[in-house]
């Protein structure tokens, strides 16, 4: 049997009985267990290498109802290598303005005007079924383009043990049981991973004394695409903050904050919903309930991401508040960095220590990411009188005074981490811009033709801008592409000098198959690629 | 830059009648609150971080 613990928006893979059922036992390099964001983009990372994945999850598609609703750039730009953004992007709603009230009054305005020079926006808002859809969707071409990917649907993990050299999952399915043995495990099974449970580790952080009750509305009304956000909302019973913001399909997402000693119950009664929603749209606004839900939430993770052969990736190793939407955007992040260690270690062209710095790096970036929501979250709820006194003060002055208002925090957008420091870092001797040291993800620019990202497909990648190219095709049979610029001929505006020149004249970034930059020099030669690429997939001495 | 813990201030009596002149009248409440807007406008007005540091340190220290 398999439970279902929630209803499906898309029925993306629906149950077939496992051919192999009652036969012996089958072998495969990596199973995925889960098909959440996370889930499905390291399967199309991992399938469009060429490595054969199997994604097991226990529903037949994607949860109904929104859970995440804004996607950062660098999720895009992830998406877009794996060829999923573009539906993303024409779906979503894309916003710059944003108001926060406190009480009645507004505080201030701001507009995240982008940079100009990138080819994904800054962020979008859309509904994580779509996410999730879009991925999916495009799983389906990759397959029909041959890639190795295959996703059973209900088929849910029971039980793991593990060997020196595989691991053995029990699956239930409504067929009855089976066993399956994987090379390699992917957790993706969110935030109560059952696999992190079954393997008795721990999860440990901050659990957040309050309720926030999610209402997704549907309504027509002429309420301007902005994010709107209230410190102590002045309409009825809206607790101690709430947040206005628009989705596609006229999906309005609202939230309430409501303290911690709540009867969820009742709250989630329509009816007592729908007079919260009331109060805060004005009488006779004319809207449907699509959604509800009361969260709370924490910042948790796992001490490593790593163990043995099971990998864990998304929720299931790290698990943060929402404000800042870094949930899923980080989870992505995991996702692009765990696939092509994987993909070089199952194809024996690195050491399987290559996959302790997934965790080492990922566990930094999921510190980044928890400390920034737990700074929003002590801002949203002040935990003592002192710190209330100052959140209001904050608040108070940021209406006169322009000081205040960077100090105001209702979420701060989800940026990517960079990998300052870390043990597959080559060296920086270019003395270049900060934005794109070692160890940051590439800033986007555009070129003559196209972006600079789109010619960065996953794959090792020596770009020299203004400087001869060493010439490199593979080391250790790893494969080296390159992309060679002048900035006379491929720099339109400016940006590729003023991204990753700065004042030098010429520049030779070696950059990772998921677009992080690992080392960069003024001009460079073989060996010094060859000695970089081995130090960053985990062969340095 | 660092933190100047020598007396800076002309006229020391002066500025401390109008410290608590601002004061006057107000419930603990409001007097709460002004402190916490002076400190973020004079914290603001330094600014330097490793002088703001030194003087939570030392005025932490009592
Ligand atoms: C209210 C709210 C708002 C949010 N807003 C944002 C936002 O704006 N931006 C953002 O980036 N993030 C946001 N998040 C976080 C985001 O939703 C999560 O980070 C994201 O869903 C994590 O993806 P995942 O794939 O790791 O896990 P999940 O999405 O939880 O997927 C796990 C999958 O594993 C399956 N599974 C579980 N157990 C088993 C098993 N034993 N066998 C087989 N399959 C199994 C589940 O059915 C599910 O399909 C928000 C979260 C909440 C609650």
């Not at chain 1, 628009?246 to 729908?274: S, Y």
């Not at chain 1, 996959?355 to 979250?377: C, F, K, M, P």
Request: proline share 6%; hydrophobic share 40%.
């Amino acid at each position: 049997m398999v439970d279902v613990r929630y209803d499906i928006a898309f029925r993306l893979y629906p149950y077939e009985r496992v051919q192999t059922q009652g036969a012996a036992r089958q072998r495969v390099p990596v199973v995925i267990v889960g098909g959440g964001p996370i889930g499905m983009a390291a399967a199309l990372d991992l399938g469009r290498k060429g490595t054969p994945v199997l994604v097991l999850d226990d529903h037949e598609g994607v949860g109904q109802g929104s859970r995440a609703i804004c996607f950062a750039k660098r999720t895009l730009e992830i998406a877009d290598r794996l060829g999923a953004a573009r539906a993303m992007v024409d779906k979503g709603v894309v916003w710059n303005v944003g108001k926060v009230f406190h009480g009645a009054d507004q505080v201030f305005e701001f507009n995240l005007q982008p940079e100009p020079g990138h080819e994904m926006p800054a962020f979008i808002n859309l509904q994580q079924p779509y996410f999730e859809k879009f991925l999916v969707d495009e799983i389906r071409v990759a397959q029909k383009e041959g890639a190795p990917i295959d996703i059973r649907g209900r088929n849910a993990v029971t039980g793991i043990t593990r060997h020196a050299d595989h691991v053995v999952l029990d699956v239930g399915t409504p067929d009855g049981p089976y066993q399956i043995a994987a090379d390699w495990v992917i957790a993706c099974d969110g935030a109560r991973s059952p696999i992190r449970d079954m393997m008795g580790l721990s999860f440990d952080g901050r659990v957040f004394e309050d309720n926030f009750l999610i209402a997704d509305v549907k309504m027509t009304a002429e309420f301007p695409t902005e994010r709107w956000f209230w410190f102590e909302p002045p309409f009825k019973n809206s607790g101690q903050s709430a947040l206005l913001h628009k989705q596609p399909d006229d999906i309005w997402r609202i939230d309430f904050q409501l303290g911690w000693d709540i009867d969820r119950k009742a709250e989630l009664d329509p009816a007592r919903v729908r007079e919260r929603v009331d109060a805060m749209l004005g009488a006779g606004a004319d809207y449907e309930l699509e959604w509800t839900s009361i969260y709370t939430f924490q910042c948790r993770r796992m001490k490593k991401f790593r163990h043995g052969r099971v990998l864990f990736a998304g929720d299931s190793a790290h698990q943060v508040s929402p404000f800042g939407a870094r949930g899923a955007n980080s989870g992505v992040q995991d996702a692009d960095n765990l696939a092509w260690k994987l993909d070089l270690v199952i194809k024996g062209l690195a050491p399987d220590t290559l996959l302790d710095s997934y965790s080492a790096e990922r566990v930094h970036g999921a510190d980044e990411n928890i400390l920034n929501s737990t700074r929003a979250t002590d801002f949203l709820t002040p935990k003592s009188e002192t710190s209330m006194t100052f959140r209001n003060a904050v608040l108070d002055l940021a209406r006169r005074h322009a000081f205040a208002r960077p100090m105001v925090n209702s979420g701060r957008l989800s940026v990517p981490c960079v990998y300052d420091g870390m043990p597959l870092n080559g060296p920086d001797a270019l003395g270049g811009p900060a934005a794109t040291r070692v160890g940051a993800p590439c800033l986007d620019a555009p070129l003559d033709r196209g972006f600079l990202l789109n010619r960065l497909t996953g794959h090792f990648t020596v770009l020299s801008i203004n400087a001869s190219a060493p010439d490199i095709a593979e080391v250790d049979g790893v494969p080296v592409a390159h992309v060679t610029l002048t900035t006379d001929r491929n720099d339109p505006t400016g940006a590729l000098a003023q991204r990753y020149l700065g004042t030098q004249p010429q520049a030779v970034y070696l950059i990772r198959p998921d677009q992080h930059v690992t080392a960069r020099w003024p001009g460079c030669d073989t060996r010094a690629v060859t000695e970089a690429v081995r130090q960053a997939i985990g062969k340095a001495a | 830059m660092t933190l100047n813990l020598s007396p800076n201030i002309a006229d020391p009596d002066g500025f401390y009648d109008e410290l608590l002149a601002a004061h006057e009248g107000l419930d603990k409440a409001a007097s709460d609150a002004l402190n916490a807007r002076l400190i973020l406008i004079l914290c603001n007005h330094i600014g330097d971080r490793e002088v703001l540091r030194d003087a939570l340190a030392a005025a932490s220290k009592t």
